[in-house]
């Protein structure tokens, strides 16, 4: 390790630093000592940090920010991700890559009601197509012969092609709508193997039963005010970016922890009615902070449901199977969170997952991600930033999910359609 002196802060300020090795400086005129540290290995890693594997299979963490140089990190170490957050001896770890996913991709209804004793019969069911618009339930009825639930599937399958043919339904359309048998629970699955509308839930004279017994919940829980409310905020900065603009100007004085709309900057800094809100917070971040950032942890709303873990360990690898002869995993996102793997204990298959919304709110935390993006920009991997929605693992109803959302911070809900950021995470216990 180098040893450097420098008369004054200004000069040792103005110096190119070594990027091979660490160097210590003295200031000479101060008798500070600088560490300026080039890929130190450290066994208490905190936020920031970055994960390796050795050429042994051992996780390294390496101090990241300013101290990270991935040129010259060993040729045989394994780029894992970062660490995001750190309890104790627990640490957290998000995965270095991410992409966008559904949340769902697959509608299935049950018909329970199969008459199989090989005499004629007639069922009537109610599919929405979006043909002329995803407003309109089609009505199918259809007459069947059979003594199976194959068969009773097929003649259905039929019923719903004639009629999406009929409808001047493209083939793609047609080629994704099909039933077929659920021998194991007596039933015929009528299915469409793709999901690309909030209404996809709608039926008639069947049950939708494409989440099957995984629960959900529409309350967030309670907000730093100890109110409910539409405006939770998990990352400050995005917060206040957005209601500076698009929040309310009052016409009253607006008291401390207020149950309305966050006000906007112009109105916090200047206007009379807010005179209160800034004698307590001093800044407009501190009060969308103070007054409507999310609590954690809690155990209400969307906290009280199953971690991402246990998320992941029941429903990740749910599929179904499709018109052409094939599989898919129904809940993409999910299962992009499961489906990472290093080999090792700790980070294989089962071991990650996409985040809860608890593990939401420690990543999307501003400091967090201060941390986190000079190591990311160093390593070169996905961008972690206050600006990309981000799915979490939690259902919020029949057709939305919890997300992050990046154009205003909040801990909020969206149709679970639509492709948004999912990065695995991990947690590891250090000695």
């Not at 902070?289 to 991402?308: I, N, R, T, W």
């Not at 499961?338 to 071991?351: P, R």
Request: charged share 20%.
């Amino acid at each position: 390790m180098a040893i450097k002196s420098y008369n004054s802060k200004a000069d040792y300020q103005a110096a190119v630093k070594p990027t091979t090795e660490s160097q210590v400086s003295m200031i000479e005129t101060t008798r500070e000592i600088i560490v300026d540290g080039v890929n130190v290995v450290t066994t208490q890693p905190i936020v920031g940090d970055v994960v390796f594997l050795d050429d042994q299979n051992k996780v390294i963490y390496v101090k990241g920010g300013a101290w990270i140089q991935k040129a010259n990190i060993p040729a045989a170490w394994t780029h894992v991700g970062y660490v995001y957050f750190r309890k104790g001896k627990q640490v957290g770890i998000i995965h270095k890559t991410g992409a966008d996913e559904k949340w769902l991709d697959v509608s299935q209804y049950a018909w329970t009601d199969a008459v199989l004793d090989g005499a004629e019969h007639e069922k009537t069911i109610g599919l929405r197509f979006g043909l002329p618009n995803w407003d309109t339930t089609t009505s199918i009825t259809f007459i069947y012969t059979a003594t199976t639930l194959a068969e009773a599937a097929a003649a259905c399958t039929a019923a719903i092609e004639a009629k999406l043919t009929e409808l001047g339904a493209p083939q793609t359309t047609i080629d994704q709508w099909w039933a077929y048998a659920d021998e194991e629970n007596g039933r015929v699955i009528v299915q469409r193997d793709a999901c690309t509308d909030y209404r996809f839930y709608n039926c008639s004279g069947m049950t939708h039963i494409t989440w099957g017994d995984m629960p959900a919940s529409n309350n967030t829980g309670f907000r730093a005010s100890g109110r409910a409310s539409n405006q939770r905020t998990m990352n400050d900065a995005q917060g206040a970016a957005y209601y500076s603009n698009n929040g309310a100007e009052p016409a009253a004085d607006v008291p401390l922890k207020a149950a309305g709309t966050i006000v906007k900057r112009t109105a916090f800094e200047t206007s009379p009615y807010c005179k209160a809100l800034r004698d307590a917070y001093g800044t407009y971040q501190n009060y969308i902070h103070e007054e409507y950032h999310v609590v954690y942890p809690q155990h209400l709303g969307a906290f009280s449901l199953p971690d991402g873990a246990a998320m992941a360990e029941k429903y990740a690898r749910m599929s179904a199977p499709t018109k052409a002869g094939g599989e898919k995993y129904k809940f993409p996102a999910l299962y992009y969170g499961y489906n990472k793997s290093f080999g090792v204990d700790g980070l294989d298959f089962g071991d990650w997952h996409l985040p809860g919304v608890l593990e939401g709110c420690y990543l999307m935390a501003d400091a967090t991600l201060a941390a986190l993006a000079p190591s990311i920009s160093k390593m070169g991997t996905t961008t972690i930033n206050n600006s990309a929605h981000r799915w979490f693992a939690q259902r919020y109803n029949v057709n939305n999910a919890w997300f992050f959302d990046g154009d205003n911070g909040n801990l909020s809900s969206i149709i679970v359609y639509v492709r948004y950021r999912c990065q695995a995470v991990t947690l590891l216990n250090i000695g």
